[in-house]
């Protein structure tokens, strides 16, 4: 049996397992012969005190066999106390030698030839396998050997009887050379003891350090080191097992994508190492509202992923709920006491899917459409939200190669003086025409933004913009459009930005006075400092700044104090409403204007009235379907021919 534990621990456990194992076949040739010396040989003075002899040995024979019996079957299983095992056995070693003592010197002296030398043969024999079977205890198997023969062979030597002492002083020399015999085995017996459990003991330093490590390795292969849930990886594979069953049991599976609101402003105004130990909070919360049939995921930053196995539409939601208000349970550490929410976003299977990535994306998407509609609760996927990412896949890989296969085209809405109405610029807006549809631009200009895709649409805007602002100067001498570009925020964000519109400019000879650049109030929500300095550097260049839908988007009031802006652009909404609240708007942005020195134009002018109105308010310039709806670039040209002809 082998045995891992420290060494001094097993010594006397191993010494027991040596001289117990050899325990029966020893007592079963004690007990044979004892028998055979007692009933074999018939000594009339004494026959009556052999069986009494022989029975007390029986006796003895037998406690000794109950003790290995409880040794084998009871003790030998569990951890025991070697040390008392090894006293028990040497004690009825001992006492069994000394029987054997007492027989020899008391039959001895009745003893015919024969049969005195069958004790001694026997006895020899018993303490020449005392040398070998009681090595585990040195001084058992030394005494032992001497006991057998010792006492005996003495008194044969001084009998005065030349065969006896002939035996006796054989007896002795056997005794002395089988107590030297027991003494080297018992020796290389403790060592190889020893030596058996130092190696038991470095292998199990070995296998403790083995499986430390591969316990790390686990750790790193397949738990998030911040919150100690499944990575993307291990949550994959045991995802694909489960919907794997989930198949042949028959049952569904949900997958609750959880998403943390308010996480980023932890991690932007509180630092890093507090939005650490919200997700650690946030791990713990879910763990403990998770058993067997959950597996938790850490998808990265701040989501979540939970597969709940069993589970169908209405238990997902309910769970989903649970999720939401745990959660939202306040987070106090320190000086901090923090309130976040959590959106979650559900997909089953196999009603929408039976493949583990499609599984999670529906989740994220339904999660994503939630947060956006009404964050801090749960969707779950469905058909209208599976049409919409069709949609969407189709339109982002089309408009991907909308410019190689010239679906994309420039149109151009003119912009007028309020009091003469003649075209002072034109905005360019794009159009893109896919598959025979008109796809609207406030549906694919957001794919662009989120795909990566609209630095290189812009960039194609700017250029073919700049070119046909060039051709209109060379085309009519009386007017002198200028043109308005629409920039992204990501556009502005690209360190190259300041370089495009320069080759832009370069490429068309186009002053850079006729070309104005219009922003959005949004673009100053994030990054401020780095949107503003590139602003500068483009009127550095002598290109204009307008600031489009002014008063619907970010800090209306910060931008007009931080940005010399040229012209404010009045969002359509407000125009619409000049009968009502807009034009109490309107006036109190024009004279914010005044004083600023900004022009201001407005959109979505659609009536005499309303064009009417505006003039009057002293706004400078309109713009809308009054005076013309967007004209192709080959349109462009007649518009202004007939202008010129008025």
Not at 162 to 190: E, P
Not at 350 to 376: G, V
Not at 427 to 434: M, Y
Request: proline fraction near 2%; hydrophobic fraction near 45%.
């Amino acid at each position: 049996m082998l045995r891992t534990s420290p060494v001094k621990n097993v010594f006397h456990e191993d010494a027991a397992e040596l001289l117990y194992g050899n325990a029966k076949s020893g007592i079963l040739v004690t007990l044979l012969a004892s028998s055979l010396l007692v009933f074999g040989f018939n000594t009339p003075e004494i026959q009556t005190q052999k069986f009494i002899w022989w029975i007390v040995m029986a006796v003895l024979i037998l406690i000794r066999i109950v003790d290995v019996y409880y040794w084998y079957n009871e003790e030998k299983d569990e951890y025991y106390d070697g040390k008392k095992a090894i006293s028990r056995f040497v004690t009825g070693t001992l006492v069994t030698s000394f029987m054997w003592c007492i027989y020899c010197l008391y039959v001895a002296q009745y003893a015919t030839s024969v049969e005195l030398a069958s004790m001694i043969i026997i006895v020899s024999a018993f303490a020449g396998g005392a040398a070998t079977v009681l090595t585990a205890s040195k001084v058992t198997a030394i005494c032992y050997a001497f006991m057998m023969l010792g006492p005996f062979s003495l008194l044969l030597v001084f009998s005065g009887e030349q065969y006896k002492l002939i035996l006796g002083l054989l007896g002795l020399a056997f005794s002395f050379v089988m107590m030297i015999t027991a003494k080297k085995s018992a020796d290389f017996t403790s060592n190889a003891i020893l030596l058996k459990n130092e190696n038991a003991q470095l292998v199990n330093k070995m296998e403790q350090e083995v499986a430390r490590r591969t316990e790390k390795i686990y750790q790193l292969s397949n738990l998030d080191p911040l919150t100690g849930l499944f990575n993307r990886s291990a949550f994959m594979h045991h995802l694909e097992q489960q919907l794997a069953l989930s198949v042949e049991n028959n049952t569904s599976i949900a997958l609750l994508f959880i998403d943390l609101d308010g996480f980023k402003k932890v991690n932007d105004s509180l630092g890093h190492e507090t939005g650490d130990k919200v997700l650690k909070i946030s791990a713990q919360r879910l763990e403990k509202l998770s058993d067997d049939q959950h597996l938790l995921c850490r998808w990265g930053g701040d989501e979540f992923l939970i597969a709940f196995m069993g589970a169908e539409q209405a238990s997902a939601i309910t769970y989903a709920t649970s999720v939401i208000n745990e959660i939202s349970k306040s987070y106090e550490f320190e000086n901090n006491k923090l309130i976040l929410g959590a959106t979650v976003g559900i997909a089953i299977a196999p009603l929408h899917t039976t493949k583990s990535h499609e599984l999670i994306q529906l989740a994220d998407t339904a999660m994503y459409f939630q947060k956006k509609n009404s964050p801090n609760s749960v969707g779950l996927f469905n058909t209208e939200i599976g049409q919409r990412i069709f949609r969407e896949n189709q339109l982002k890989v089309g408009l991907a190669q909308a410019i190689e296969a010239q679906q994309l085209r420039m149109v151009y809405q003119p912009i007028v003086d309020s009091s003469s109405h003649q075209v002072i610029a034109f905005e360019a807006l794009l159009r893109w025409n896919f598959n025979g549809e008109n796809i609207p631009p406030d549906e694919f200009i957001p794919l662009a933004e989120q795909f990566g895709l609209i630095n290189d649409i812009g960039t194609w805007v700017l250029q073919q913009s700049c070119i046909a602002a060039a051709k209109w100067l060379q085309f009519n001498t009386d007017y002198q459009p200028s043109v308005s570009v629409n920039v992204s925020v990501l556009q502005l964000h690209d360190d190259d930005f300041i370089d495009i519109v320069g080759s832009a400019l370069a490429t068309a000879k186009l002053d850079a006075k006729r070309l104005t650049i219009e922003i959005t109030e949004s673009i100053f929500s994030n990054e401020k400092e780095k949107i503003l300095k590139c602003i500068k550097s483009l009127q550095m260049m002598g290109i204009k700044v307008s600031i489009d839908d002014f008063g619907t988007e970010y800090s209306s009031l910060s931008v007009i104090q931080d940005l010399a802006a040229n012209t404010i652009k009045i969002d359509r909404s407000f125009v619409s409403m000049l009968d009502t609240s807009g034009m109490a708007i309107i006036e109190a942005v024009k004279q914010m204007a005044v004083k600023l020195d900004y022009a201001v134009i407005a959109e979505g002018v659609e009536t005499k009235e309303q064009a009417d109105q505006l003039s009057a308010l002293g706004i400078e310039m309109l713009q809308g379907y009054y005076f013309a709806k967007p004209l192709e670039q080959s349109s462009v040209e007649d518009y202004l021919e007939h202008k010129s002809s008025l």
